[in-house]
């Protein structure tokens, strides 16, 4: 069973930087995708930013300029670099990786901007 471990998470002043690594439990290369969500208190799951097994990287428009996914297929892992981050980026961060009809997520990572 493939295992997905996110760390880096934690608490952060606006404006700073975090940066966010998920661990997979088999190389990387056998997904299409591999992806950060995010899901904030009271809210539903939302797509953050991917990397398909090419390379192409997709980001939702509100973290455009400011994260950037990136990967070591040396270590199995995948990056998100949070920078400028906002109080509305608070919430827990799940990694995401897909073949075919197999969809497997991490335990999640919490990240808390304020103050």
């Known amino acids: 069973q493939v295992q997905l471990v996110e760390s880096g998470g934690g608490l952060v002043q606006p404006g700073g930087s975090l940066k966010l690594s998920c661990e997979v439990s088999?190389?990387?290369?056998?997904?299409?995708?591999v992806a950060w969500y995010r899901q904030a208190p009271g809210k539903e799951r939302e797509f953050v930013a991917s990397?398909?097994?090419?390379?192409?990287?997709q980001y939702e428009d509100f973290v455009k300029g400011r994260f950037t996914i990136s990967r070591d297929h040396q270590k199995n892992t995948v990056y998100l670099q949070m920078n400028s981050l906002k109080p509305e980026d608070t919430a827990v961060y799940y990694c995401y990786a897909n073949i075919l009809s197999s969809h497997n997520w991490g335990q999640g990572t919490q990240v808390t901007v304020s103050s």
């Open positions: 990397i398909n097994v090419g390379g192409r990287t």
């Open positions: 088999e190389n990387i290369f056998n997904f299409n995708t």
